[in-house]
């Protein structure tokens, strides 16, 4: 059975036809085929970019790979050089923008000139394209394009293997110099799984994010429903599992069931704070970081606290001292004692009798940054992946500091320039203040024509967010960049940054330091201590 990316596309809401081929690929072919769906790319033209699409991308490690643009309808025919799709039996056509096999050999080239521009040398496999028509039978005497090695019609879908070979074989015949290897094979496969995190990063997943999100919202709720006769409790959850959000809906149902209710939430970093008000805007709850406990004078009938495993014994005592009610008013304890930086071993400071109700499932990371965290710290183990796959994290060894901003700033550019992202995406996250960092010593304000907003100074402008490891805490980004300065980090600080990204994460770190599970790109950098 052949690798599908994304296992199901029935959240992508995809053609009838487009589903009937996928599901013919995945039954069909081999497990030495990867096949991906909807590869978005975008090219300029005349200082505007056009957006375009890949049905699907199927690859093979012993060949190289193939573009197919998939067709549905009725029936196709061409006039005057212009391509109809036949939409029921009634008569009506749609004119196509462009003819199906002139689509796939746009986007085939597209992944060509990208494999060169992103190693700076030539692909070496088989590549080529084709289209696909699932649903009725072509005449191939429409036009010269229709070439009978190079498409699938309704009487091949139960030979789908023959004819994919069909088609390497003839465009096989038409490349010189065909040698694939491991290296290849490996090159390639990264590239597109890096394109399938920008399309991600841009929404292509927003469907069944969307649906995902749904999901846990009832189940959020059903939680809510089952505990809202435990008036104090603990709700422990790994990065990535709704812990914070659950806090901000149970302050909403308190202040919407309840009048004159006072309500508390606290959490442990500023950030977090600014962004828990950002949420509850139009909610009379008070919010504060943990910083400011002492200046809290009020007793509160709801205390919810974010990330409790900050808070010391001390701290712990001062919170329930702030309850009207030490027994019978409501405490939600929501915490993580994997993400304890500050070594407290998290214990029942809040002298809360029941055990903890568990949170298991990430819903912010791709599949393959969960397990990398969990891999790379032995952390988080408990934790359940989700189904959204992406591109594994680069790792990049630095043998000077000036090379490493270097690095940082191609990333930026590649990013922002070459994908169309944009750099409200993407936070610069480190394990020191930017007045330690590399970045500071040597006097870089901006990073490219970014500025760097290290002091929340510059939100309302287009800057690059510099954030440490405490500050963002609690918080996500569409793509992480980790300048990782120390030799000392532990377990707890990389599974806190490593689990930050939902799409894309990047490691700059010092030559000397390993991750044996990272795959390596030596680059000729190096992070002073």
Partial sequence: MAKMYPESIIPYDPTH????????LKEQLGD?????????????KDGHKINSEADFLIFNSHYGFLVIEVKGGKNIKVINDKWHIKLNNNGDYRKLKRNPFDQAEESMRYFLNYFRKEYYTNYNGIYGYGAAFPLFCINEDISPRVIDEIYIDFED?????????????????????????????????????????????????LNQKKKEIEKLNRIQDNLLDFIEDYKQLYIKGGAGTGKTWIGIKKIKRKLKNENNKDVLMLCSSDMLAKFLKEKLTGYEAKINSLKNLEQIKNKFDLIVVDEAQDFNEDESIEVKDLLK?????????????????????????????????????????????????????NLG?????????????????????????NRIENIIVDLIDNEGLNIEQIVLLSDRKFQNSILNEYGFETIGKWLID??????????????????????????????????????????IAYTRPRYMLYIIK???LSDKCCEEKTVNLNISK
């Fill in 17 to 24: 036809s487009e589903l009937i081929f996928y599901n013919s």
């Fill in 381 to 405: 183990k408990m934790g359940i992946p989700n189904n959204i796959e992406g591109i594994e994290p680069t790792v990049n060894k630095i043998k000077n500091d000036k090379s490493a901003i």
């Fill in 32 to 44: 030495d085929f990867y096949v991906f769906y909807s590869l978005k790319w975008y090219y300029k």
């Fill in 325 to 377: 009610d030490e027994d019978n008013s409501e405490l939600y304890i929501l915490y993580d004692p994997e993400q304890d930086i500050r070594k407290g071993k998290f214990k029942d400071y809040f002298y809360i009798d029941l055990p903890p109700f568990v949170l298991k499932k990430n819903i912010r990371n791709t599949k393959n940054i969960y397990e990398f965290a969990v891999k790379s710290t």
């Fill in 510 to 512: 010092n030559y000397w």
């Fill in 454 to 495: 290290f002091d929340f100074s510059r939100t309302g402008e287009e800057s690059l967010k510099y954030r440490t490891i405490s500050e963002f805490k609690g918080l996500e980004s569409d793509i992480i960049i980790f300048l990782n300065h120390k030799e000392n980090i532990t377990a707890e600080e990389k599974y």
């Fill in 157 to 205: 879908m139960d030979n789908i293997r023959e004819k994919i070979y069909e088609m390497y074989m003839y465009w096989r015949s038409r490349r010189s110099n065909y040698r694939i290897n491991n290296e290849t094979t490996k090159k390639f496969l990264k590239l597109i799984r890096k394109k399938v995190s920008i399309s991600e990063a841009k929404g292509a997943v």
